[in-house]
């Protein structure tokens, strides 16, 4: 199963908390662009990783070629086409900036965006930046758009604060896109929330057709009514997976395990064989990346992308 | 008819090859060098033959890398017949070493003796390495069940069922599916 996102990076602060260091990846076969990336560091504002610390909000960066990209030459070997940076803050401080890394072949069909209004008084979430690929169309009508709180995936996601994951997204017609996300060949949606306490909101969309799903299996965890355990609400997989349901029926305690970790530390967190390249044709799940959605200083949910 | 590579290294190998012609053997010449893995692989004979004076660690490594990856019989005709030189053959898995013992009468008996021995020893390998890997797998199904049973709250039974299930359904066996459970409660841990 070959999925959309070939390479995924948790960059963390240093000891002196002024530069970003390699934390932890996941690089599939990537061996070369895994020893290139994990000798870096990044200043506040410089690379894909500080500039997602300095600008406190998800970017996307659609082309590596003369920008402020700095392993531009290994990502070009590798495939590598876009990355995605999602800075994680509490309060005015980061903890940790995951990066996703992307590759531009033919075969796939997927985007990522990254949505947000303009202030207090701007009521629509609007594509402040996206990587489309080939779906050119599908670009042009999603930068036309605006979404109020509730409308689209973006707009469910900003209205709740919670992640949103649709399936089946040309069969879900009371979502905006769905008629233009099924001619592009997009199955599948994901929407992540991302708010620092400002009045601006910001959603990460992943779309992504059956082809080359986002991950082998996303989940949504979330803390239960009391605030006790975390429960998994919702997963997905291309083809089914008996094995990762019966984990799911599991329950979670702060501190307990890698989400349990997630929640009482709010960083992200990548488990399983790191340094062993994987068979991404293979449907077995070995490694894990565990994204906390925070709100307010609270956690709202963790979502995890299996591979 | 047997298809030998004879491993050239500087000795007149004249007899050698006279005394295989007339026991219809067909043989191919190489020179040894560092492509020498490869070479065979490529040719794939039915065993290999050496007449030297000692072999070098170099070739020795060489052949312990051939026989982790493309095991054949080898045959070694050598005049160095020091205790130390015999180890190293020995465990780099050569068939028969022959210490001065390259003697046309005898060669169709060493080359038949040491295919002989050559099979069996792949036999109690193959049967060693099935029996590695059922005790293994035993432990890693234990493992796995033991998972469950924490997790689920699941009785043995209920565990090994379960599992067998789960592998049933992904048409692998029972110690595959056992280390998908445990990556994937690893992931977790």
């Given at each position: 199963m070959k999925t959309f996102i070939k390479v995924i990076e948790i960059w963390i602060p240093d000891k002196e908390r002024t530069q970003l260091e390699f934390g932890s990846g996941l690089y599939g076969g990537l061996t070369e662009f895994k020893h290139a990336s994990e000798?870096?560091?990044?200043?506040?504002?410089?690379?894909?990783?500080?500039?997602?610390?300095?600008?406190?909000?998800?970017?996307?960066?659609?082309?590596?070629?003369?920008s402020y990209f700095k392993r531009t030459s290994a990502a070009q070997k590798a495939g590598l086409t876009c990355g995605?940076?999602?800075?994680?803050?509490?309060?005015?401080?980061?903890?940790?900036?995951?990066?996703?890394?992307?590759?531009?072949?033919?075969?796939?069909?997927?985007a990522i965006e990254v949505?947000?209004?303009?202030?207090?008084?701007?009521?629509?979430?609007?594509?402040?930046?996206?990587?489309?690929?080939?779906?050119?169309?599908?670009?042009?009508?999603?930068?036309?758009?605006?979404?109020?709180?509730?409308?689209?995936?973006?707009?469910?996601?900003?209205?709740?604060?919670?992640?949103?994951?649709?399936?089946?997204?040309?069969k879900a017609t009371e979502y905006v896109r769905s008629g233009d996300a099924l001619k592009a060949g997009i199955s599948t949606v994901l929407g992540i929330p991302f708010v620092n306490g400002d009045e601006r909101a910001y959603v990460i969309t992943?779309?992504?057709?059956?082809?080359?799903?986002?991950?082998?299996?996303?989940?949504?965890?979330?803390?239960?009514?009391?605030?006790?355990?975390?429960?998994?609400?919702?997963?997905?997989?291309?083809?089914?997976?008996?094995?990762a349901e019966i984990f799911e029926t599991l329950t979670v305690n702060k501190g307990d395990g890698a989400l349990g970790r997630v929640w009482l530390t709010g960083m992200p967190l990548i488990t399983g064989n790191q340094d062993e390249s994987y068979n991404e044709e293979l449907d077995d799940l070995s490694r894990m990346l565990a994204i906390p959605v925070i709100e307010q200083g609270r956690l709202k949910a963790i979502v995890t992308f299996l591979f | 008819m047997l298809n030998l590579l004879i491993v050239e290294s500087g000795?007149?190998?004249?007899?050698?090859?006279?005394?295989?012609?007339?026991?219809?053997?067909?043989?191919?010449?190489?020179?040894?060098?560092?492509?020498?893995?490869?070479?065979?692989?490529?040719?794939?004979?039915?065993?290999?033959?050496?007449?030297?004076e000692t072999p070098s660690d170099e070739l020795l490594a060489d052949l312990f890398m051939l026989n982790r990856q493309c095991p054949l019989p080898v045959i070694m005709f050598a005049t160095d017949g020091s205790s130390a030189t015999i180890h190293k053959a020995m465990?780099?898995?050569?068939?028969?070493?022959?210490?001065?013992?390259?003697?046309?009468?005898?060669?169709?008996?060493?080359?038949?003796?040491?295919?002989?021995?050559?099979?069996?020893?792949q036999v109690l390998k193959n049967a060693l390495q099935e029996a590695r890997t059922q005790l293994e797998d035993r432990?890693?199904?234990?493992?796995?069940?033991?998972?469950?049973?924490?997790?689920?709250?699941f009785t043995e039974n209920e565990a090994y069922h379960t599992l067998r299930k789960l592998a049933m359904d992904r048409n692998i066996t029972l110690g595959q599916m056992a280390r998908n459970v445990i990556a994937m409660a690893e992931l977790l841990k």
């Open positions: 000798k870096q560091h990044f200043a506040y504002d410089e690379g894909l990783p500080g500039k997602a610390w300095a600008a406190r909000h998800p970017i996307v960066l659609s082309r590596f070629e003369q995605i940076a999602i800075p994680i803050f509490s309060g005015d401080f980061l903890l940790a900036v995951v990066v996703f890394l992307c590759g531009d072949d033919q075969e796939q069909a997927g949505w947000n209004n303009e202030g207090a008084t701007d009521h629509a979430l609007h594509v402040l930046d996206g990587y489309y690929g080939s779906l050119t169309q599908f670009e042009t009508q999603s930068r036309q758009i605006g979404l109020p709180k509730g409308q689209g995936i973006p707009g469910r996601s900003w209205e709740t604060a919670m992640p949103v994951l649709v399936e089946d997204i040309g992943f779309l992504s057709a059956k082809s080359t799903p986002i991950a082998k299996r996303i989940q949504i965890w979330m803390p239960d009514a009391e605030g006790r355990q975390l429960v998994c609400r919702q997963s997905h997989s291309k083809n089914s997976n008996n094995l | 000795i007149d190998n004249t007899a050698l090859e006279n005394a295989l012609a007339d026991d219809n053997v067909e043989t191919v010449k190489v020179q040894y060098a560092p492509s020498f893995i490869a070479q065979v692989k490529d040719m794939r004979p039915d065993a290999i033959i050496f007449n030297l465990q780099a898995e050569v068939s028969a070493f022959e210490v001065n013992g390259l003697d046309a009468d005898r060669l169709h008996g060493i080359i038949h003796v040491a295919l002989a021995r050559f099979k069996h020893q432990k890693q199904i234990d493992r796995a069940k033991a998972i469950l049973i924490n997790t689920q709250n």
